[in-house]
C-alpha cells in the first residue's frame, strides 16, 4: 500500500531556484518530480535573455547544481565573469536539467493550475497532515490531469505576471484598450523588438532595474537610429535612492549602472519626469499620451510611440486558493519574512538569513521559495533562493539540523527599494530574479564604462 511519505515531492517552477530545489532533494535521494509550464527550463530567464547581470558566474550557480553538473564533466565558466540570461540557460541551466539525477524528473509544457489536500477543501482541518497533496496539471495540448505529492515547493517566481500601468495598483484607464502600444518587463529594443523602437519616442515607467535596462538599450539604439527618444517617468522624486551606492556598492557592476544612469540623464540623453503617477492613456493624432498627477496636481505628458511599463511584477495566488497559506498583507509573500524583506526598510543586502521556517505556511509540507516568497518586494537574490532551497530540501528530508543551520551573506548597497510616493526603484527580485522582476541592466554600461559587462542578480 502507498503512503504519504512514498510520493514524491512537486517542485512547481524549473527556474534556478526549482532545479536548484530539486538539485538538493536529489542529492538526498528524495524523488522529485518538477513541473515547469514553459515549453523549456528557464523558460523566464530566456525571455531577457539578451541581458546581463551584475552577479558574477560564481554567485549566480546552486551548490548542489554544481556538485551534479561536475560529477557529469560540467565546468563552471569564467567564475567572476557576469552572464547574460541566455548564458545563464544555454550554459547552465539547460546542461542541469540534463544531469542522469534530474533529466527524468522534469516536466516542460506542464502548468499547475490548482493545488489542494486530496478529498479535503480548505475549510476542513482534520487530517489534513495526513492527505496527499493533489496538484491539478494542464499540458500544452490543454489536457488536465492529477498528480498526488507528499510536499510541495512552489518556485514558480512572478515573472508571468506583471504589474499593471496604473499607479494605484490597478490597471491605468485605457491600459486594456491601448495594448498594442504597451510592452511589459524588458523587450529587447535592441533585437528582436527593434523594429518597434527604432526611431520613436518611448516612455519607460518605473523605476527598478528593469526600466533601467531597456533605458540603456534605448540609448545605444540612439547611435543608429538618431531619432530615438527616451522619456523616463518615476513615481518617486528622490532619485539618489535610484541612482543607489555608486562607488560604495559590494557590487561594482551595480554600482557602475546607477553611475552611467545619472550621466545619460544630466547629459539629455534621457529625459527624466519625477513624481508622476499614471492613472491614464489616451491616444490622440501623434501617439498615446499618459494622464496622471505631477507632483500633485493634474498633468498629461507629452505623446509617446510605445510605452514599456517597467513597474515590477507580483505573485498569482489563484493556484493556493484551497491551501491555508499564511501571507504578508502587502507584499503577498510569505507571512514570515514580510518584516524581513519590507523594501521600506531593506535593502538586497541587508535581508537577514532565512530557511525552511521562513518559507513555509499553516499548511504542512508546503512552502514557497525564491522570487515568489518575496511576493511584490523587489530584493531578491539568486542567493538568498539557493540558501531556501537547501535548507527546505533539508526539512523534507527529516534533517532538521541541516535545515536550521542557515547561512546567507550578501552584498550590500545598491537600488533595492520600491517605487513609492517618497521615492523610487526597486531592484533584485523579479526580472528575478528567479522566478524574477530582477535587478536587470543592458550591456551599454559595460561599453561607456570600459567594463566586460554588468546587470543584475535575476530570478526566473
Known amino acids: 500500500m502507498t503512503t504519504l511519505n512514498d510520493l514524491p515531492v512537486a517542485v512547481i517552477g524549473a527556474g534556478p531556484i526549482g532545479l536548484a530545489a530539486a538539485a538538493h532533494l536529489a542529492?538526498?535521494?528524495?524523488?522529485?518530480?518538477?513541473?515547469?509550464?514553459?515549453?523549456?527550463?528557464?523558460?523566464?530567464?530566456?525571455?531577457?535573455?539578451?541581458?546581463?547581470?551584475?552577479?558574477?558566474?560564481?554567485?549566480?550557480?546552486?551548490?548542489?547544481?554544481?556538485?551534479?553538473?561536475?560529477?557529469?564533466?560540467?565546468?563552471?565558466?569564467?567564475?567572476?565573469?557576469?552572464?547574460?540570461?541566455?548564458?545563464?540557460?544555454?550554459?547552465?541551466?539547460?546542461?542541469?536539467?540534463?544531469?542522469?539525477?534530474?533529466?527524468?524528473?522534469?516536466e516542460t509544457g506542464a502548468r499547475v493550475v490548482a493545488i489542494a489536500r486530496q478529498g479535503?477543501?480548505?475549510?476542513t482541518s482534520r487530517g489534513r497532515d495526513g492527505r496527499p497533496f493533489e496538484l491539478r496539471i494542464v499540458d500544452s495540448m490543454g489536457d488536465e490531469r492529477t498528480f498526488l505529492a507528499r510536499a510541495v515547493?512552489?518556485?514558480?517566481?512572478?515573472?508571468?505576471?506583471?504589474?499593471?500601468?496604473?499607479?494605484?495598483?490597478?490597471?491605468?484607464?485605457?491600459?486594456h484598450a491601448h495594448a498594442a502600444r504597451i510592452a511589459y518587463g524588458m523587450p529587447d529594443v535592441l533585437g528582436a523588438a527593434r523594429a518597434d523602437y527604432a526611431g520613436k519616442r518611448i516612455a519607460v515607467v518605473g523605476g527598478g532595474y528593469s526600466a533601467i535596462n531597456v533605458l540603456l538599450d534605448l540609448v545605444r539604439l540612439m547611435e543608429v537610429a538618431p531619432a530615438t527618444e527616451a522619456v523616463w517617468v518615476v513615481r518617486g522624486t528622490d532619485m539618489n535612492r535610484v541612482y543607489g551606492g555608486g562607488s560604495a556598492?559590494?557590487?561594482?557592476?551595480?554600482?557602475?549602472?546607477?553611475?552611467?544612469?545619472?550621466?545619460?540623464?544630466?547629459?539629455?540623453?534621457?529625459?527624466?519626469?519625477?513624481?508622476?503617477?499614471?492613472?491614464?492613456?489616451?491616444?490622440?493624432?501623434?501617439?498615446?499620451?499618459?494622464?496622471?498627477?505631477?507632483?500633485?496636481?493634474?498633468?498629461?505628458l507629452q505623446p509617446v510611440d510605445r510605452i514599456v511599463v517597467a513597474t515590477g511584477q507580483r505573485p498569482d495566488l489563484l493556484m493556493t486558493r484551497e491551501l491555508r497559506l499564511e501571507l504578508d498583507p502587502?507584499?503577498?509573500?510569505?507571512?514570515?519574512?514580510?518584516?524581513?524583506?519590507?523594501?521600506?526598510?531593506?535593502?538586497?543586502?541587508?535581508?537577514?538569513?532565512?530557511?525552511?521556517?521562513e518559507v513555509s505556511h499553516p499548511e504542512p509540507g508546503f512552502y514557497t521559495i525564491g522570487v515568489k516568497s518575496y511576493g511584490r518586494a523587489p530584493t531578491f537574490l539568486l542567493l538568498t533562493g539557493y540558501e531556501q532551497a537547501r535548507s527546505v530540501a533539508a526539512a523534507i528530508a527529516g534533517d532538521w539540523q541541516a535545515a536550521d543551520n542557515v547561512h546567507l551573506v550578501l552584498p550590500e548597497t545598491g537600488i533595492c527599494s520600491t517605487d513609492?510616493?517618497?521615492?523610487?526603484?526597486?531592484?533584485?527580485?523579479?526580472?528575478?530574479?528567479?522566478?524574477?522582476?530582477?535587478?536587470?541592466?543592458?550591456?551599454?554600461?559595460?561599453?561607456?564604462?570600459g567594463k566586460k559587462g554588468c546587470g543584475c542578480g535575476v530570478a526566473a
Open 249 to 300: 556598492d559590494q557590487l561594482e557592476a551595480r554600482g557602475a549602472l546607477g553611475t552611467k544612469l545619472r550621466q545619460l540623464v544630466d547629459s539629455g540623453h534621457i529625459s527624466l519626469v519625477t513624481g508622476f503617477a499614471t492613472r491614464g492613456v489616451r491616444a490622440n493624432g501623434k501617439g498615446v499620451e499618459l494622464l496622471g498627477t505631477l507632483r500633485g496636481a493634474d498633468a498629461v
Open 420 to 449: 513609492t510616493a517618497v521615492g523610487a526603484a526597486g531592484c533584485c527580485g523579479g526580472p528575478a530574479p528567479a522566478e524574477v522582476d530582477a535587478c536587470c541592466v543592458a550591456d551599454a554600461v559595460a561599453k561607456d564604462a
Open 120 to 123: 479535503l477543501d480548505k475549510v
Open 153 to 175: 515547493v512552489d518556485a514558480s517566481g512572478t515573472w508571468q505576471n506583471p504589474n499593471p500601468l496604473g499607479a494605484s495598483g490597478l490597471p491605468a484607464a485605457g491600459e
Open 27 to 106: 542529492e538526498r535521494n528524495v524523488p522529485v518530480k518538477v513541473f515547469e509550464a514553459g515549453a523549456s527550463v528557464g523558460a523566464n530567464i530566456r525571455d531577457w535573455a539578451h541581458v546581463r547581470v551584475f552577479t558574477t558566474w560564481e554567485q549566480n550557480v546552486d551548490t548542489a547544481s554544481r556538485r551534479l553538473l561536475e560529477r557529469n564533466g560540467w565546468s563552471l565558466p569564467a567564475a567572476d565573469a557576469l552572464p547574460t540570461g541566455g548564458e545563464l540557460y544555454r550554459d547552465y541551466l539547460a546542461p542541469l536539467a540534463e544531469v542522469p539525477e534530474l533529466t527524468g524528473s522534469i
Open 330 to 357: 502587502w507584499l503577498e509573500g510569505v507571512k514570515a519574512l514580510g518584516p524581513l524583506i519590507d523594501p521600506n526598510l531593506h535593502s538586497c543586502g541587508s535581508v537577514p538569513p532565512h530557511g525552511h521556517r
